[in-house]
């Protein structure tokens, strides 16, 4: 069997299992778990580089999902491998994500809207620093997995138009008739205006089953002159603070990848686009290039010493 870099007891089977036992959220990890277990899990190699060597990090999420958090060796992403199928990940948005999350199925909304309005702010303030500065008044704003829309509600002001897209029928429902936006239940946009363009995708990338493929469908609706802004959450965030320190709080079944600056950087140049903007947060401006692929380069940072410096901080709290 592999050593696991992060050695402490609680990042081991022996250790999800008992969390599993003992969570409050029993019932719907058991019903999650037995699903993955049904569909059986990808022994895929890794989604930036193909790479197929990996440095086992953990066994266990913060749930207590018997799921191995990996380090490609190759590139430095850090991923869930084997991975879930792309079928579970659908059934478990669908049915499960809320519940487990939230303890409850209904959804309150209007909280949901404030924290997105708090996001949408932040994410101007970001592009404020960055070359679309002086056009966001000309920009038409497309949000994929806009959710109930308060990101876009926050944008509408300050852009041309704003739209989004989300699969989530109840979210969408709320963000028409509550914030009056126009938006589509479906995965990406159906229409597009024409014009410079900004698409939005936050707290997506990191969720889906294939990140390479999903940032490559986005670059073929894009114009030279569109700009793409990322969020995902950044595991390098994780050592000032994040997460309380915890890799194993940040270490999460709906995580697919879990991106540093350095390993988007090197993501998106392999999807063909120029990174305009990109820090630890992870958040990042990027623009579409002529070519299918640009060149990439593993950070020194993304290593597995980089990995246990983050546990140190932990241990050290
Ligand atoms: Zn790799």
Redesign the pocket.
């Known amino acids: 069997m592999a050593q696991r870099l992060l050695r402490h007891f609680r990042y081991g089977k022996t250790f999800a299992f008992l969390r599993r036992l003992t969570s409050s959220r029993s019932k719907s990890i058991n019903a999650v778990r037995s699903l993955y277990l049904e569909q059986g899990l990808d022994n895929r ?7 197929s060597e990996f440095t086992l990090i953990c066994e266990g999420d913060r749930y207590g999902f018997d799921l191995d958090k990996q380090i ?6 850090v991923q869930t491998s084997p991975a879930v199928k792309k079928d579970f990940l659908n059934t478990f948005y669908r049915d499960h994500y809320r519940r487990l999350y939230t303890k409850r199925m209904e959804v309150d909304h209007a909280r949901l809207v404030d924290e997105q309005h708090d996001k949408g702010r932040r994410f101007l303030q970001f592009l404020k620093s960055t070359e679309a500065a002086g056009q966001l008044a000309d920009l038409a704003v497309i949000e994929m997995g806009c959710s109930s829309g308060g990101i876009l509600d926050t944008f509408k002001p300050h852009c041309r138009s704003v739209q989004g897209c989300d699969l989530d029928v109840e979210a969408i429902r709320y963000g028409k008739e509550t914030l009056g936006l126009d938006l589509e239940v479906s995965e990406f946009p159906t229409h597009l205006p024409d014009g410079p363009r900004l698409f939005l995708l936050s707290h997506v990338l990191e969720h889906t089953h294939d990140p390479l493929v999903s940032l490559k469908q986005i670059k073929s609706l894009m114009s030279a002159q569109d700009y793409l802004f990322i969020e995902v959450p950044g595991i390098n965030m994780v050592a000032e603070g994040d997460y309380k320190n915890d890799l194993k709080s940040y270490f999460h079944l709906a995580h697919v990848c879990d991106f540093s600056e350095g390993t988007l950087r090197a993501l998106a140049a392999r999807a063909g686009y120029e990174v305009l903007s990109c820090n630890e947060t992870v958040t990042a401006l990027l623009r579409p290039s002529d070519e299918a692929e640009l060149p990439w380069r593993r950070s020194e940072k993304d290593t597995p010493e980089n990995i246990l410096r983050i546990e140190a901080t932990r241990q050290a709290r």
């Open positions: 190699p890794c989604v930036l580089c193909g790479g490609c060796d190759r590139c430095g992403l």
